[in-house]
């Protein structure tokens, strides 16, 4: 099979051996496969990533010099079953899993090992078990966005959120429209997002977002305020102190930029008992100044992934037409183009996401 590889820094395109399916597997063919910003970052700093990775608990136990073929945001199709296993799914049917495979009770990561292709190679070897039919005649392209809109499913059911909630979405790459879609899946109202980039503000608008600003333009927090604030409402400490007249509505601020300093902006610029839902992956030594969260009593929650209800939720919420990804999907590639768009993906201005067809 044909795969594009990162060996050393580079990504090539070389032909790599077919999976063989153990017990348990499902021979899948590779469709479609999105190009994830933590792909990104692995590609570039890989060894930094490794490290990190380790003193983690080896989440990824990714090997940087040894080849890797990555691609955890996929959609494929059934093409054989494993010694053993009982055919559950006719050929052909379109399929979602979570990026790990097991073989017996081991299970095994996919998107950044060095013994099992993620999705930027044209098969893959998946676990029976984790294989989720895509329902509603949806499209592999559409399917794939599967993993992206269950992180933002994942931060926005973590975040305990109510109905007078007010949130603000800081950054709006991937991750931070995924937790736009899923704001809007949970009706709470008003979104406010915020971004430097006219592109990505676009995209907020387009995904459901209420209110996109240029944070060069105006503060997201006063932006905030203005929106939380009833009628009648009394900011001084007097009235505050005693519980008079009306409050501000909740805060519940997503970070979804991973750069460092973004977490001590937003403490900073925070109201008082905000809740923090750290989504973002920030993977340099970062900085802050508890005071800022003592002082104001601020919960701050980190937050990765999402379970196996929470992916199949969002395969369904796509599929249902509860999230509209299509303005999501900004470019298509073949595996030669992978290494390009790699490239491009670093301008917000040209892509949110560039999905990788292995047979293109």
């Given at each position: 099979?044909?795969?594009?590889?990162?060996?050393?820094?580079?990504?090539?395109?070389?032909?790599?051996?077919?999976?063989?399916?153990?017990?348990?597997?499902?021979?899948?063919?590779?469709?479609?496969c999105?190009?994830?910003?933590t792909d990104?970052?692995?590609?570039?700093?890989?060894?930094?990533?490794v490290?990190?990775?380790?003193?983690?608990?080896?989440?990824?136990?990714?090997?940087?010099?040894?080849?890797v073929?990555?691609?955890?945001?996929?959609?494929?199709?059934?093409v054989?079953?494993?010694?053993?296993?009982p055919?559950?799914?006719?050929?052909?049917?379109?399929?979602?899993?979570?990026?790990?495979t097991?073989?017996?009770?081991?299970?095994?990561?996919?998107?950044?090992s060095?013994?099992?292709?993620?999705?930027?190679?044209?098969?893959?070897?998946l676990?029976?078990?984790?294989?989720?039919?895509?329902?509603?005649?949806?499209?592999?392209?559409?399917?794939?966005?599967?993993?992206?809109?269950?992180?933002?499913?994942?931060?926005?059911?973590?975040?305990?959120?109510?109905p007078?909630d007010?949130?603000?979405?800081?950054?709006?790459?991937?991750?931070?429209?995924?937790?736009?879609a899923g704001?809007?899946?949970?009706?709470?109202?008003?979104?406010?997002?915020?971004?430097?980039?006219?592109?990505?503000?676009?995209?907020?608008?387009?995904?459901?977002?209420?209110?996109?600003?240029?944070?060069?333009?105006?503060?997201?927090?006063?932006?905030?305020?203005q929106?939380?604030?009833?009628?009648?409402?009394?900011?001084?400490?007097?009235?505050?102190?005693f519980g008079?007249?009306?409050?501000?509505?909740?805060?519940?601020?997503?970070?979804?930029?991973?750069?460092?300093?973004?977490?001590?902006?937003?403490m900073?610029?925070?109201?008082?008992?905000?809740?923090?839902?750290?989504?973002?992956?920030?993977?340099?030594?970062?900085?802050?100044?508890?005071?800022?969260?003592?002082?104001?009593q601020?919960?701050?929650?980190?937050?990765?992934?999402?379970t196996?209800?929470?992916f199949?939720?969002?395969?369904?919420h796509?599929a249902?037409?509860?999230?509209?990804?299509?303005?999501?999907?900004?470019?298509?590639?073949?595996?030669?183009?992978?290494?390009?768009?790699?490239?491009?993906?670093?301008?917000?201005?040209?892509?949110?996401?560039?999905?990788?067809?292995?047979?293109?």
């Open positions: 099979m044909r795969a594009a590889v990162l060996r050393k820094g580079s990504i090539v395109v070389d032909t790599l051996p077919d999976p063989v399916p153990v017990e348990g597997q499902v021979l899948v063919r590779t469709r479609a999105g190009i994830c910003g990104l970052h692995a590609a570039k700093h890989r060894q930094q990533f490290n990190l990775a380790k003193r983690a608990g080896n989440r990824w136990a990714m090997d940087a010099d040894r080849d073929v990555f691609g955890h945001e996929f959609c494929a199709e059934v054989e079953y494993g010694p053993e296993t055919a559950r799914l006719p050929p052909g049917t379109l399929v979602c899993s979570m990026p790990m097991l073989a017996g009770e081991t299970v095994q990561g996919i998107g950044y060095n013994d099992i292709a993620g999705g930027f190679a044209q098969y893959m070897p676990a029976d078990r984790m294989l989720l039919p895509v329902p509603n005649g949806l499209s592999a392209t559409h399917a794939a966005l599967t993993e992206p809109i269950a992180v933002g499913w994942h931060a926005v059911q973590t975040a305990r959120l109510t007078d007010v949130p603000l979405v800081v950054g709006c790459g991937p991750v931070g429209l995924a937790v736009i704001l809007v899946i949970r009706d709470v109202h008003p979104i406010i997002a915020a971004d430097y980039s006219p592109g990505r503000r676009a995209l907020a608008l387009k995904m459901g977002a209420d209110l996109a600003i240029d944070p060069a333009e105006v503060s997201p927090y006063e932006t905030w305020r929106a939380a604030t009833p009628e009648g409402y009394d900011p001084s400490r007097y009235a505050q102190l008079l007249g009306p409050k501000l509505r909740p805060a519940v601020i997503f970070e979804c930029v991973g750069v460092p300093g973004v977490i001590q902006q937003i900073e610029g925070a109201p008082p008992a905000a809740r923090i839902v750290v989504v973002g992956v920030c993977m340099q030594t970062d900085r802050t100044e508890p005071f800022f969260g003592i002082v104001k601020l919960n701050v929650q980190f937050v990765l992934a999402y196996a209800q929470e199949a939720e969002s395969l369904h796509i249902e037409g509860k999230v509209n990804v299509t303005p999501l999907v900004t470019g298509t590639v073949g595996l030669d183009g992978v290494n390009q768009a790699f490239a491009e993906l670093a301008n917000p201005e040209r892509h949110a996401k560039v999905m990788v067809d292995p047979w293109a």
